[in-house]
């Protein structure tokens, strides 16, 4: 089965740099997304990590080191906008099994 | 557009009172999936299908039907709906080029009186 940890909350002022963490642990490797949810509405894809390393899509990159199991979301020059949840999730065919997520609150 | 479209967006019911959520998607996908998202508890899936008339048992699916009669539509079926399945429900699918990204319904808010 799959278990994946990542932090509640988090808070980062406007125009700052935060880093969300994501742990897990699966039975067969799949690679790793994260996804980003407003408040009642649908989760949206950001990124889609399969081999380790940084990638990098605009303000917003992704980090996996599958031999230690852990992955980061660094999402810079942080905007208003960027107040949602950040939810870490692990594929197998059959499902996409999510962290539960961490709110992210950015004040001005 | 590509997209998943839920209906409704937005359901008040009573206990025992079967209802359906409809599901379709216009990307020819063969994957479709049915999660529910409460919190603390996060987004856990009920049913999935990998094609046509193949449906299987996500993690939390007592209480819940699915079929799956054509491939664009997968809808969700409450045959006696309880106040515990009062949640937020997401059609997700996936396939095509971008095979292992699932793409979102809007999500449809539920409440059962």
């Known amino acids: 089965g799959q278990n994946i940890d990542q932090p509640t909350e988090m808070t980062a002022t406007e125009g700052a740099i935060v880093q969300i963490n994501c742990t897990y642990q699966?039975?067969?490797?799949?690679?790793l997304f994260w996804y980003q949810q407003h408040a009642g509405e649908a989760p949206t894809f950001l990124s889609y990590?399969?081999?380790?390393g940084l990638e990098e899509k605009g303000r917003f990159s992704s980090f996996l080191s599958r031999s230690k199991g852990y992955s980061y979301l660094l999402l810079k020059e942080l905007q208003m906008k960027d107040s949602a949840s950040y939810l870490c999730?692990?594929?197998?065919?059959?499902?996409?099994?999510f962290g539960s997520g961490t709110q992210l609150t950015v004040l001005p | 557009e590509a997209q998943v479209t839920q209906n409704p967006r937005y359901l008040i019911t009573v206990t025992g009172k079967k209802l359906t959520v409809t599901c379709s998607q216009n990307?020819?996908?063969?994957?479709m999936s049915w999660y529910r998202q409460d919190p603390g508890l996060g987004l856990r899936q009920i049913y999935y299908s990998m094609n046509v008339e193949v449906t299987d048992k996500g993690d939390v699916p007592e209480g819940y039907k699915v079929s799956r009669k054509e491939k664009r539509n997968f809808p969700l079926i409450l045959e006696s709906p309880s106040p515990n399945q009062t949640s937020l429900y997401f059609c997700?699918?996936?396939?095509?080029?971008?095979?292992?990204?699932?793409?979102f319904g809007a999500g449809t808010r539920l409440s059962v009186l």
């Open positions: 990307m020819n996908h063969e994957y």
């Open positions: 999730a692990v594929p197998t065919p059959r499902q996409l099994t």
């Open positions: 997700a699918s996936k396939g095509g080029v971008a095979k292992n990204i699932q793409y």
């Open positions: 699966t039975s067969g490797f799949n690679g």
């Open positions: 990590n399969v081999l380790d």
